[in-house]
């Protein structure tokens, strides 16, 4: 990947960010990181994990990855995958409706992915705007963006040759990313939406996430998310239809976690800033058909 022209492209799609302290340029290495000591091969808990459990649900990838970050870019790390749902609708939240249509009624003739199965039935690009909201509340925490940006370049915002060309043989037109902080400022993370051709496509892309694929850290110019990316992280992966979401979450102080409660709430971190941000207007486009 080329280190100085990630994040930098914009596609149609873009929104201002007047409000984001954006960096338009993405640390991201040439070279992929190389393993180090961190525990592998367990289950959360501690548990002997079964090997070769990478992917094992149809159509759906949903993993973490405990990773560590260099102060220079990207260390090297053994990875701790962790099966999570995929991306529900959240009972708690609703669709940005005031009375549920006819049309977001669950089809079986539509299939599992309804009106997101492929980029053909869900042709609305991608936005910052509504993806992404400046702040969030879920479940009493706060969430507040601080980076935002929309590339059709979506090689340059991830780690990872295989990753890479999974996303191009995969027709992927757009990635989408947004960093968080936490309302207390001690958690902070990004999340990517990557749009391939068909939730197919966006499983093989799946399948090639690893320890060494995973999305790019998306760094503020000031505040406490300029260091994102330079600590101890955990990295999700899920599909939702012809979506790939990448999550990387860390602590605000860079410190490891290194208890299983720690890496527990920086698990939930990540999959919060998902349900709190993108999984609402993805789960719209897939119940509804519109963005």
Same mark, same amino acid.
């Given at each position: 990947?080329?280190?100085?022209?990630? @994040?930098?492209?914009?596609?149609?799609?873009?929104?201002?960010?007047?409000p984001?302290?954006?960096?338009?340029?993405?640390?991201?290495?040439?070279?992929?990181?190389?393993?180090?000591?961190?525990p592998?091969?367990?289950?959360?808990?501690?548990?002997?994990?079964?090997k070769?459990r990478?992917?094992?649900?149809?159509?759906?990838?949903?993993?973490?990855?405990?990773?560590?970050?260099a102060?220079?870019?990207?260390g /090297?790390?053994?990875?701790l995958y962790?099966? %999570?749902?995929?991306?529900?609708?959240?009972?708690?939240?609703?669709?940005?409706?005031?009375?549920?249509?006819?049309?977001?009624?669950?089809?079986?003739?539509? @299939?599992?992915?309804?009106?997101?199965?492929?980029?053909?039935?869900?042709?609305?690009?991608?936005?910052?705007?509504g993806?992404?909201?400046?702040?969030?509340?879920l479940? /009493?925490?706060?969430?507040?963006?601080?980076?935002a940006?929309?590339?059709?370049?979506?090689?340059?915002?991830?780690?990872?040759?295989?990753?890479?060309?999974?996303?191009?043989s @995969?027709?992927?037109?757009?990635?989408?990313r947004?960093?968080?902080?936490?309302g207390?400022?001690?958690?902070? /993370?990004?999340?990517?939406?990557?749009?391939l051709?068909?939730?197919?496509?966006?499983?093989k892309?799946?399948?090639?996430?690893?320890?060494?694929?995973?999305?790019?850290?998306?760094s503020?110019?000031? @505040?406490?998310?300029?260091?994102?990316?330079?600590?101890?992280?955990v990295?999700?992966?899920?599909?939702?239809g012809?979506y790939?979401?990448?999550?990387w979450?860390?602590?605000?102080?860079?410190?490891?976690?290194?208890?299983?409660?720690a890496?527990q709430?920086?698990?939930?971190?990540?999959?919060?800033?998902?349900?709190g941000?993108?999984?609402?207007?993805l789960?719209? %486009?897939?119940?509804?058909?519109?963005a």
């Amino acid at each position: 990947m080329d280190h100085q022209g990630a @994040g930098r492209t914009r596609s149609a799609a873009d929104t201002p960010m007047a409000p984001d302290d954006v960096d338009p340029i993405a640390r991201v290495d040439p070279q992929p990181p190389v393993a180090v000591a961190v525990p592998a091969g367990r289950r959360r808990g501690g548990k002997a994990r079964p090997k070769r459990r990478l992917a094992s649900r149809p159509g759906l990838l949903a993993a973490a990855v405990v990773v560590v970050v260099a102060a220079a870019g990207f260390g /090297g790390y053994k990875f701790l995958y962790e099966p %999570r749902v995929n991306a529900p609708v959240s009972p708690s939240l609703r669709l940005p409706t005031t009375a549920a249509p006819a049309s977001s009624a669950f089809s079986q003739s539509l @299939g599992k992915w309804q009106h997101i199965g492929t980029r053909t039935q869900d042709p609305d690009l991608l936005t910052v705007e509504g993806l992404f909201p400046p702040q969030f509340v879920l479940n /009493g925490s706060s969430y507040v963006r601080t980076a935002a940006t929309v590339s059709k370049n979506c090689s340059q915002a991830v780690y990872g040759a295989h990753l890479q060309a999974a996303l191009q043989s @995969g027709h992927c037109t757009q990635v989408a990313r947004a960093t968080y902080l936490s309302g207390n400022g001690q958690m902070m /993370g990004t999340v990517g939406v990557l749009n391939l051709v068909s939730s197919a496509a966006a499983s093989k892309a799946g399948q090639a996430t690893g320890p060494q694929a995973i999305i790019a850290p998306l760094s503020a110019k000031t @505040g406490p998310t300029k260091k994102l990316g330079n600590g101890t992280g955990v990295v999700q992966a899920e599909v939702k239809g012809h979506y790939l979401i990448l999550m990387w979450a860390e602590f605000a102080n860079l410190k490891s976690p290194a208890s299983s409660a720690a890496k527990q709430e920086l698990e939930q971190f990540a999959a919060n800033l998902v349900t709190g941000s993108a999984n609402i207007n993805l789960s719209t %486009r897939m119940l509804t058909g519109k963005a």
